[in-house]
């Protein structure tokens, strides 16, 4: 972690388009993981990434899952 970047809380707001208090809320509820530094809050790289990750609905239609195919994509089209 030490070779990380680190974004303030209204940069994580301004990137993910929402109000500091909920990127605030996210951090005291423990979603989101963030350092105290006596200035503010300061998400890592890495923690953002974490949390967008366990907050994905679903893969993007382009990805495949590990051991599927292109083909094997849709889940409504019988296999060939």
Do not use: C
């Amino acid at each position: 972690m030490p070779q990380d970047r680190y974004q303030t809380v209204q940069d994580v707001a301004d990137r993910m388009n929402v109000a500091e208090a909920t990127v605030r809320q996210w951090i005291k509820s423990g979603a989101l993981r963030a350092i105290d530094i006596g200035k503010g809050w300061r998400i890592a790289d890495t923690d953002l990434a974490q949390f967008l990750r366990a907050h994905e609905t679903s893969p993007r239609p382009s990805e495949t899952r590990p051991g599927q195919t292109a083909e094997m994509e849709s889940d409504d089209e019988p296999p060939r």
